[in-house]
C-alpha cells in the first residue's frame, strides 16, 4: 500500500463561462496535492491511504466520502473541529492556475504521528504538509523514520512561495530531505525557486545526486524528463484542449507510483535499474494521465478505464 500524506482542501474555482474572471462566482472544488495524489492513486487501482487532519465541517466529510467513492484507505484520517482550509483559485487564459490560500489555525496543520500499516510499502509527501507547522515537522519525522525503515520515499514539493515565510530556511531543510528521498517530482517553476534560479535541469542533476533515485521535472506542454545517474530521458506531454492545469503535477506523480507498483519497482534500488525504454514507458503513461486531468475543471484524475495499458 501507498500512504500519501499532506493537505485535504477546498478550491474556490472561478466559473469561466460567466466572463467576469476571478469576480465571478468561485465553486468549490475538492483537491490539495497530496489529496489529489491520493485520489489518482485510489482511481488508478492502486492500493492507498490517505494520512492527514480533515475538518469535522462540511467540506471534510465532502473530503473524506470522495476519498472512499475513489478506493482510498481513510482509516488514517484524522478528524477534528478545525476549518478546512481554503484555496482561492485564479485561472490564466491558458487555464494555468494560481492560488491564495486560507491556512490559519485550519485542520491540516494539526495533524499528529501514528504509524503507518504493516503493508505500507511507500510514502508519499508533499506541499502545504511540508510548510504549515506544527504538521510539517511531524510529516518531516515520519519522512526520516520510514526511510531508515527501509520504504520508498516519494516527495513533491509543490512549492507555494507566499506561504514559505522564509525561502532560505525551507530551500535548506529541502535539502535535507535529499537523502531519504527515492524519487522527487518537481515542476520546472518549482525547480528554479528551490534552487533561486538558474539552469533547472543542472539543479535536478545536483538534487538527485544527493540521494533521490530519479528526479522528475514536469515542463507543462512540453512533457516530463526523468534525471537518472544513467541520464536524463524526456517524453513530449499529449495535446489536448486545457479545461484548467489544477492537479496536473499530482497525477504526475500518482501515474508514476501507480506505474513502479506495477512494475515491481517501488524501491529505490529498482528505479535505478530502470532503463530508458522503461523511462519512456512510465513517463508517457504520466503524460497520459495529466492530459485527462487538465482536460477537465477541477482536480479529476483518470480512473485506470480511462487510459491505455502501460
Given at each position: 500500500?501507498?500512504?500519501?500524506?499532506?493537505?485535504?482542501?477546498?478550491?474556490?474555482?472561478?466559473d469561466?463561462?460567466?466572463?467576469?474572471?476571478?469576480?465571478?462566482?468561485?465553486?468549490?472544488?475538492?483537491?490539495?496535492?497530496?489529496?489529489?495524489?491520493?485520489?489518482?492513486?485510489?482511481?488508478?487501482?492502486?492500493?492507498?491511504?490517505?494520512?492527514?487532519?480533515?475538518?469535522?465541517?462540511?467540506?471534510?466529510?465532502?473530503?473524506?466520502?470522495?476519498?472512499?467513492?475513489?478506493?482510498?484507505?481513510?482509516?488514517?484520517?484524522?478528524?477534528?473541529?478545525?476549518?478546512?482550509?481554503?484555496?482561492?483559485?485564479?485561472?490564466?487564459?491558458?487555464?494555468?492556475?494560481?492560488?491564495?490560500?486560507?491556512?490559519?489555525?485550519?485542520?491540516?496543520?494539526?495533524?499528529?504521528?501514528?504509524?503507518?500499516?504493516?503493508?505500507?510499502?511507500?510514502?508519499?509527501?508533499?506541499?502545504?504538509?511540508?510548510?504549515?507547522?506544527?504538521?510539517?515537522?511531524?510529516?518531516?519525522?515520519?519522512?526520516?523514520?520510514?526511510?531508515?525503515?527501509?520504504?520508498?520515499?516519494?516527495?513533491?514539493?509543490?512549492?507555494?512561495?507566499d506561504?514559505?515565510?522564509?525561502?532560505?530556511?525551507?530551500?535548506a531543510?529541502?535539502?535535507?530531505?535529499?537523502?531519504?528521498?527515492?524519487?522527487?517530482?518537481?515542476?520546472?517553476?518549482?525547480?528554479?525557486?528551490?534552487?533561486?534560479?538558474?539552469?533547472?535541469?543542472?539543479?535536478?542533476?545536483?538534487?538527485?545526486?544527493?540521494?533521490?533515485a530519479?528526479?522528475?521535472?514536469?515542463?507543462?506542454?512540453?512533457?516530463?524528463?526523468?534525471?537518472?545517474?544513467?541520464?536524463?530521458?524526456?517524453?513530449?506531454?499529449?495535446?489536448?484542449?486545457?479545461?484548467?492545469?489544477?492537479g496536473?503535477?499530482?497525477?504526475?506523480?500518482?501515474?508514476?507510483?501507480?506505474?513502479?507498483?506495477?512494475?515491481?519497482?517501488?524501491?529505490?534500488?529498482?528505479?535505478?535499474?530502470?532503463?530508458?525504454?522503461?523511462?519512456?514507458?512510465?513517463?508517457?503513461?504520466?503524460?497520459?494521465?495529466?492530459?485527462?486531468?487538465?482536460?477537465?475543471?477541477?482536480?479529476?484524475?483518470?480512473?485506470?478505464?480511462?487510459?491505455t495499458?502501460?
Amino acid at each position: 500500500m501507498i500512504v500519501i500524506g499532506g493537505e485535504a482542501l477546498v478550491d474556490l474555482v472561478p466559473d469561466p463561462a460567466t466572463g467576469e474572471g476571478e469576480l465571478g462566482p468561485l465553486h468549490p472544488l475538492l483537491g490539495g496535492g497530496p489529496y489529489n495524489v491520493a485520489i489518482a492513486l485510489g482511481r488508478l487501482g492502486v492500493p492507498a491511504a490517505f494520512y492527514a487532519r480533515v475538518s469535522t465541517d462540511q467540506f471534510g466529510d465532502k473530503l473524506v466520502e470522495r476519498l472512499r467513492a475513489s478506493n482510498v484507505d481513510a482509516g488514517l484520517v484524522q478528524r477534528g473541529p478545525e476549518p478546512t482550509t481554503l484555496a482561492v483559485v485564479g485561472l490564466g487564459e491558458d487555464g494555468s492556475a494560481r492560488y491564495s490560500f486560507h491556512t490559519e489555525g485550519t485542520a491540516t496543520r494539526f495533524v499528529t504521528d501514528q504509524e503507518l500499516p504493516e503493508r505500507t510499502t511507500a510514502l508519499c509527501l508533499g506541499t502545504l504538509g511540508m510548510v504549515l507547522e506544527p504538521g510539517a515537522s511531524v510529516y518531516e519525522k515520519v519522512l526520516f523514520r520510514e526511510a531508515e525503515r527501509g520504504r520508498f520515499i516519494a516527495l513533491d514539493p509543490n512549492i507555494r512561495a507566499d506561504l514559505i515565510a522564509d525561502p532560505d530556511a525551507y530551500r535548506a531543510r529541502f535539502r535535507t530531505w535529499l537523502p531519504s528521498v527515492g524519487l522527487l517530482k518537481v515542476s520546472d517553476d518549482d525547480a528554479e525557486w528551490l534552487a533561486g534560479g538558474g539552469d533547472v535541469l543542472e539543479a535536478a542533476r545536483d538534487w538527485q545526486r544527493e540521494g533521490p533515485a530519479a528526479v522528475v521535472l514536469t515542463r507543462g506542454a512540453d512533457g516530463l524528463t526523468a534525471v537518472t545517474a544513467a541520464g536524463d530521458v524526456t517524453v513530449p506531454g499529449e495535446r489536448v484542449e486545457v479545461a484548467d492545469t489544477i492537479g496536473a503535477g499530482d497525477t504526475v506523480q500518482a501515474a508514476l507510483l501507480a506505474w513502479l507498483h506495477r512494475n515491481g519497482a517501488l524501491s529505490a534500488n529498482a528505479v535505478r535499474r530502470l532503463d530508458r525504454e522503461q523511462w519512456e514507458r512510465a513517463l508517457r503513461f504520466a503524460a497520459a494521465a495529466a492530459a485527462v486531468t487538465v482536460s477537465r475543471a477541477g482536480a479529476e484524475p483518470p480512473w485506470a478505464g480511462e487510459l491505455t495499458a502501460d
